[in-house]
């Protein structure tokens, strides 16, 4: 198909943001790995190996090459910032209203979080912005980890208090 597409449309472009798992579905074995997400991304195409094969579905080609919209590392810091932060929260058992983790960084596939990557990457926007991006990241992964860990302090300290019984 990828062949056949190519000689009707020779030029096209593919865009993605780093971690969104949905333009590399299904997987393609010959996607280039060069990232963090690339990698993760290729675990979930092993994992998916079994059933594509039940469903005589191997051998998939993407017709053209991914073009990534979001820059390298702040992109990856907000990811795993927010993947450890919805983590803990879940292990914490953290209220719905104190949560910090934000499910568009772990997950960016909607139409804002792709216009937002391409009007950066158009806008030519690197350097400042991009570290300015990769501090707010290191920050709310600061401040969401700090909150989590006092509340699960606070949960443990109130579970070794002696009880009082009643009289």
């Not at 919209?69 to 914490?92: F, I, M």
């Not at 806008?123 to 501090?135: M, P, Y």
Request: hydrophobic residues 40%.
């Amino acid at each position: 198909f990828a062949e056949s597409f190519r000689a009707v449309v020779p030029r096209c472009l593919r865009f993605v943001n780093k971690f969104d798992p949905v333009p590399r579905l299904p997987p393609d074995d010959s996607d280039p790995v060069g990232s963090d997400a690339d990698l993760m991304h290729r675990g979930v195409a092993r994992l998916l190996r079994r059933p594509q094969a039940a469903l005589q579905a191997v051998g998939y080609r993407h017709v053209c090459e991914a073009t990534q919209l979001d820059d390298e590392l702040a992109s990856s810091a907000a990811h795993w910032a927010n993947a450890a932060a919805a983590a803990l929260e879940r292990y914490a058992h953290v209220q719905e209203r104190e949560r910090r983790a934000d499910i568009q960084e772990i997950f960016p596939h909607t139409i804002p979080s792709y216009e937002k990557n391409l009007g950066s990457l158009l806008d030519g926007c690197g350097g400042a912005r991009r570290g300015l991006r990769f501090l707010g990241a290191a920050v709310t992964a600061s401040a969401t980890a700090a909150s989590v860990l006092s509340a699960m302090r606070a949960r443990r300290e109130s579970r070794q208090k002696p009880r009082q019984g009643f009289k």
